[in-house]
């Protein structure tokens, strides 16, 4: 997808500082993009707009101050190869805005400038960490380690709501919490946010009945929900995280309003003290009463109640029963996006996609969850060539196993999901989520820094 850059043609009284002040970018980013040495303009003079401007960091330990001098408070410290965002200049200095929403100035000396002109799509990149969850599916640590500076976000899949203690939120998984405040320093060290994903799935015993009784029992009182208010806050200030996730799924319909009763109590409890709140919700393409996973959510009400609103896009196929096809077709994320940004606006909105897919048994009706690695292992031992669905923007194999069965594999790769950040960036939306860090193609992360531009 070719996007195109703004163009502006310069008028009798116009100069570099009110186009920049029009178009909300620095004169010094005008300058930079156009190659100009000189403030003075022609009338019928071609500009370039900047769409976005950052610096990036050019030694570990570069400190943002909270004024325009070195003896003002060290608001933060950066490591070499941080991306910050750029609102200003002046003097040598640029302002900047870090992970936690605050602005704050970094020398000119200290940092390298780079002037983007919208032809990358300009999106936020967010990745879901994950503990080990088996053989094959590796933790979620070295996939941020080694991209962090490719996200503008990473979301801990670490902690839910509580089924013993209701409104409380516990631990979900084996780890400590020096664990959780290694991956807060090195995500703020990079300017990176930094969120807890609290979720309600996965109770051993009680599966998705517990699910849905967990929520309603938080959910169904404001006492209960004022307890998992505070137990949130108290979550986020001690880890220092920048607000939080909230991932409810399996509920009962009739919890609908004070579902989102508690989204809005939330996100206005965690504004009032300078944090974010943000959601993952299942996907619905119209108001028709059409999937019992997606019906209880009333996308207006939570829109206005989150910060940014992650649309879970998976799994268009996958499901018991749904058939061979994508985890996520480019057709279902497009009609998924046209009904969610009729309900709020769109640069709320972000698609939370897969970077899994699955192997498709037709025999049996069957389908296994697969990593890319796994797909492409696959692929290798029965010499089946891989496709590149046009249509839906997705790679897909088949092959015959040793007993006969008939397979198809869908899958996800950098073609795909660069489709995917290109259709989100052309529909004005905040950008992406990949479920889940550390299944990837290792290709999305060079895809990433070569065609498209990581906001922060």
Same mark, same amino acid.
Request: proline content about 5%; cysteine-free.
């Given at each position: 997808m070719a996007f195109e850059p703004r163009v502006y043609i310069v008028k009798k009284g116009d100069s570099l500082y009110k186009i920049a002040s029009q178009f909300n970018t620095t004169v010094e980013s005008i300058m930079s993009l156009n190659n100009l040495t000189s403030t003075n303009l022609d009338i019928g003079q071609k500009l370039i707009i900047p769409a976005y401007t950052e610096v990036v960091v050019n030694l570990n330990g570069t400190p943002v101050y909270k004024e325009r001098k070195t003896s003002s408070t060290v608001m933060a410290k950066f490591s070499e190869g941080a991306?910050?965002?750029?609102?200003?200049?002046?003097?040598?200095?640029?302002?900047?805005?870090?992970?936690?929403?605050?602005?704050?100035?970094?020398?000119? +000396?200290?940092?390298?400038?780079?002037?983007?002109?919208?032809?990358?799509?300009?999106?936020?990149i967010v990745g879901f960490y994950v503990l080990e969850e088996g053989p094959g599916l590796p933790s979620s640590f070295t996939s941020f380690n080694t991209n962090k500076n490719l996200m503008s976000e990473v979301a801990l899949f670490m902690y839910r709501f509580s089924q013993t203690n209701i409104g409380e939120v516990e631990k979900f998984g084996n780890f400590t919490d020096n664990d959780v405040k290694t991956l807060v320093a090195i995500a703020h060290r990079n300017n990176v946010r930094i969120?807890?994903?609290?979720?309600?799935?996965?109770?051993?015993? @009680?599966?998705? /009945?517990?699910?849905?009784?967990?929520?309603?029992?938080?959910?169904?009182?404001?006492?209960?929900?004022?307890?998992?208010?505070? +137990?949130?806050?108290?979550?986020?200030?001690?880890?220092?995280?920048?607000?939080?996730?909230?991932?409810?799924?399996?509920?009962?319909?009739?919890? *609908?309003?004070?579902i989102s009763l508690l989204y809005a109590e939330l996100?206005?409890?965690?504004?009032?003290?300078?944090?974010?709140?943000? *959601? *993952?919700?299942?996907?619905?393409?119209?108001?028709?009463?059409?999937?019992?996973?997606?019906?209880?959510?009333?996308?207006?009400?939570?829109?206005?109640?989150?910060?940014?609103?992650?649309?879970?896009?998976?799994?268009?196929?996958?499901?018991?029963?749904?058939?061979? @096809?994508?985890?996520?077709?480019?057709?279902?994320?497009?009609?998924?996006?046209?009904?969610?940004?009729? /309900?709020?606006?769109?640069?709320?909105?972000? *698609?939370?996609?897969?970077?899994?897919?699955?192997?498709?048994n037709l025999t049996t009706g069957d389908a296994k969850y697969v990593t890319y690695d796994i797909a492409i292992g696959i692929a290798q031992k029965y010499g089946s060539q891989i496709i590149f669905d046009e249509k839906t923007q997705t790679p897909m194999f088949s092959y015959t196993a040793?007993?006969?069965?008939?397979?198809?594999?869908?899958?996800?790769? +950098?073609?795909s999901i660069k489709s995917k950040i290109d259709l989100a960036y052309s529909m004005k939306t905040d950008g992406v989520a990949f479920w889940r860090l550390g299944l990837e193609d290792k290709n999305i992360w060079k895809m990433i820094n070569d065609e498209a531009v990581v906001k922060r």
């Open positions: 991306r910050v965002r750029v609102i200003g200049y002046s003097d040598g200095w640029y302002k900047v805005k870090i992970f936690n929403g605050n602005d704050g100035w970094m020398s000119k +000396s200290a940092v390298t400038m780079k002037v983007y002109d919208g032809t990358k799509p300009i999106v936020s969120l807890p994903v609290i979720h309600n799935l996965l109770y051993k015993p @009680g599966g998705v /009945k517990a699910s849905k009784d967990v929520v309603r029992s938080v959910v169904s009182s404001p006492e209960n929900r004022n307890k998992f208010v505070q +137990s949130v806050l108290n979550l986020v200030k001690t880890f220092n995280f920048d607000g939080a996730n909230l991932d409810i799924e399996d509920v009962y319909f009739e919890d *609908s309003k004070n996100g206005a409890a965690l504004r009032r003290q300078g944090y974010i709140l943000t *959601s *993952s919700v299942p996907s619905r393409a119209s108001d028709a009463m059409l999937n019992p996973f997606s019906n209880a959510f009333d996308y207006a009400a939570i829109g206005k109640a989150v910060d940014r609103f992650g649309v879970m896009l998976y799994n268009e196929h996958g499901w018991p029963g749904s058939g061979p @096809g994508p985890v996520v077709s480019i057709g279902w994320m497009e009609r998924v996006l046209k009904y969610t940004i009729t /309900k709020m606006p769109s640069n709320k909105v972000f *698609s939370d996609v897969s970077v899994f897919g699955f192997d498709f040793e007993n006969g069965n008939k397979h198809e594999v869908w899958f996800e790769d +950098s073609r």
